[in-house]
């Protein structure tokens, strides 16, 4: 039972990763060139909270109790992307540190050239 739950798990995490929208866009930021992408994005928390919040409106309307599930899905996206700015700043600076050591240990590396 355990087994099977678990292979469950697996599939849908890998079903999420690859074709829902905010997990495509958030591995397009994690890369070098997306990082400087994560602080602009956070900006996307604002919609999904307004959708959440009009779900929940919509429930104390008299809609579904399902759109519970539509204003979870929605909150938990909005969180993914606050917490994404933060992070890809984190990540940028220190991909930024390990260039620049690079960089250092590169020209530290190379001969230098006496004029003749």
Not at 82 to 103: D, H
């Amino acid at each position: 039972m355990f087994r099977i739950i678990w292979a469950i798990s697996i599939h849908l995490r890998n079903f999420m990763r690859r074709y829902m929208p905010t997990n495509i866009l958030l591995d397009a930021i994690r890369t070098r060139r997306g990082l400087k992408w994560g602080v602009p994005a956070m900006l996307l928390a604002v919609p999904y909270l307004f959708a959440a919040s009009t779900c929940t409106a919509l429930i104390d309307g008299g809609a579904s109790r399902w759109l519970y599930v539509v204003a979870l899905v929605c909150i938990w996206n909005a969180l993914k992307f606050i917490v994404i700015g933060p992070v890809s700043v984190a990540l940028l600076i220190q991909q930024r540190r390990s260039e620049q050591r690079v960089n250092r240990e590169r020209h530290a590396s190379l001969p230098t050239q006496v004029n003749a």
